[in-house]
């Protein structure tokens, strides 16, 4: 698959290298990623709550940390718990705390910022990462469900097991929202495409069915009426769902939804360690990233 092969070729030193030096492309990077701190990423959070938008701060870092990494990315956490207001929410990624070198760690780390967060009433989402980290993810989520039942948790349309996580996980009072999947791998389908769409439809119409609060994570044309129909038969109240997208991405969109009665979530990447995040973007839209790299050179 074409994103699997840029996404390799990103991962490449010099390849990162010619793109965190190249004035272009940290220009293009601008436009989806709120800076290097918390405090810049609430100033991006303030302009866009002016628009009636709702924001989720996410804090992003290396998906493959070395220790130290870790560690800059738990502070960076809690600096961003610190500063955020009760109303906003933040997003965690577990790879991100270490988690693909075992839960025990993660496990930890993560349940320290989910306490600081739960203490000033802040909503945390865990973010989902690849096949491998899964399971660890589920059974993070499950774990600190107990003390934190406000946990939101994020499933991939991708995966052939979505529609059985979601019959375990989207239960009355849980948070979860659905998204395509950014990651291949095994037990993953494709990721654009008409299946693709089918696999989102089949696990939209699950979700939207459960008593969940349900959180739509898609920037789609097709699927985001699809939704809204689905949600308009559920006879679900608006502060039963929302929807959520990244910044950066389709902001008229976003505008329209919460112009006609809709919560729409902007997901606010921010971190001095942007380009796993970045690289991850720019795999699943290579063309659009490509063309904007073009004209920019220009
Ligand atoms: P697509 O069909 O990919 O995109 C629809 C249209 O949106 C495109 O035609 C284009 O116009 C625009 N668009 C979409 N993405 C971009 C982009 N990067 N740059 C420019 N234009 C773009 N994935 C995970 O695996 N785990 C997660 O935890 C996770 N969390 C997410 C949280 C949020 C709030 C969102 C919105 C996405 C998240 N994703 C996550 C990513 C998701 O899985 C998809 O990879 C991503 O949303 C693209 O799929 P799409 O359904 O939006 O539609």
Request: proline letters at 5%.
């Amino acid at each position: 698959m074409i994103s699997d092969l840029m996404l390799r070729l990103s991962q490449r030193p010099e390849v990162r290298e010619a793109f965190v030096s190249n004035a272009a492309a940290t220009d293009l990077v601008a436009r989806y990623v709120a800076g290097e701190t918390a405090s810049s990423a609430l100033g991006v959070a303030a302009t866009l709550e002016e628009h009636g938008l709702d924001v989720l701060l996410a804090p992003i870092g290396s998906e493959s940390p070395s220790r130290e990494q870790v560690h800059q990315h738990v502070d960076l956490c809690h600096e961003t718990v610190a500063a955020a207001r009760p109303h906003q929410g933040i997003a965690l990624t577990p790879l991100l705390f270490g988690l693909g070198h075992g839960l025990a760690g993660a496990r930890v780390l993560v349940r320290e910022v989910v306490r600081a967060a739960d203490a000033k009433g802040l909503p945390v989402i865990l973010d989902m990462g690849p096949t491998e980290v899964v399971d660890a993810t589920v059974q993070l989520y499950r774990e600190l469900l107990g003390d934190h039942p406000g946990l939101g948790i994020t499933v991939q349309a991708a995966l052939k097991r979505t529609p059985g996580d979601l019959r375990r996980i989207a239960l009355s009072g849980a948070r979860v929202r659905l998204c395509a999947g950014a990651y291949g791998g095994p037990g993953a389908m494709h990721r654009r495409g008409q299946q693709a769409d089918l696999a989102y439809v089949r696990c939209l119409r699950a979700l939207v069915d459960s008593p969940a609060y349900a959180m739509i994570a898609t920037h789609d044309r097709r699927l985001i009426p699809i939704a809204e129909d689905l949600i308009a038969r559920s006879g679900r109240r608006a502060q039963d769902y929302e929807f959520q997208m990244l910044y950066g991405v389709r902001a008229i969109e976003q505008r329209r939804l919460v112009d006609t009665g809709r919560r729409c979530r902007v997901y606010i990447p921010f971190g001095p360690d942007w380009y796993d995040y970045v690289a991850r973007r720019f795999a699943t839209h290579p063309g659009r990233w490509l063309r904007a790299l073009w004209r920019g050179q220009r």
